[in-house]
């Protein structure tokens, strides 16, 4: 009996593994631009999605505090303080500015949606299949200097048979972790138990392992 609980113990581990796995899209990174000038670490980030519909603008503001505050970094979304989002965005830098510094935000984060749908042909059939696809655009700016820091565009396949924002969720912690990985958002400890060094030397790592 105790070999067929730990049994099914593990089959059920390896479906939700299974599940996971497939519901978590693969993102792909068409262009990232970093400011290399800019040595620091923000470490409070008001964080901004212009989706015109406020459960996508929810969704994507709620998916983006959660993925860095894993990395560590506080977070805050910006649909309870600016529910009333200026269109377009890029205009209103100074008043985004000054929201962000009422909060004590050192950078901004904007996402924005650039729509891509994808027509393929089912190879079997031959009929059309619609792959529709996640795009964004992934802006940081510094509060202080309102100047852009990093630039990332990223896009996925969203499959039909998985749920929604347990994709977007995916989509978003990939693209905080390719910021990561470029030296912007960047959390030492994840960096080291990552990669088995720092971005900055297997001292850094060293003294974080003794530390931690």
């Known amino acids: 009996m105790r070999v067929l609980r730990v049994s099914l113990q593990f089959a059920a581990f390896a479906m939700l593994f299974l599940f996971i796995a497939c519901a978590s899209p693969t993102a792909k990174f068409s262009s990232i631009w970093k400011d290399e000038t800019y040595q620091l670490q923000p470490e409070k980030i008001l964080v901004i999605s212009t989706f015109k519909n406020p459960a996508y603008r929810k969704l994507f503001e709620d998916a983006f505090v959660k993925a860095l505050k894993g990395r560590r970094k506080d977070a805050v979304v910006s649909y309870t303080i600016m529910p009333d989002m200026p269109d377009p965005v890029l205009e209103e830098k100074v008043a985004i500015s000054l929201q962000a510094k009422a909060i004590d935000a050192d950078a901004v984060l904007i996402n924005r949606p650039l729509e891509t749908t994808q027509n393929d042909v089912h190879m ?89």
């Open 124 to 212: 079997s059939t031959g009929l059309p299949v619609w792959k529709t696809y996640i795009n964004t655009r992934t802006d940081v700016y510094d509060t202080k200097s309102n100047k852009l820091i990093m630039s990332v565009s990223a896009e996925a396949w969203l499959q039909k048979k998985n749920p929604y924002d347990v994709q977007i969720q995916s989509y978003i912690k990939d693209l905080v972790s390719m910021m990561s990985q470029h030296r912007l958002l960047e959390d030492k400890r994840i960096a080291c138990k990552e990669n088995g060094t720092s971005y900055h030397g297997q001292a850094s790592c060293a003294i974080l392992k003794k530390s931690g």
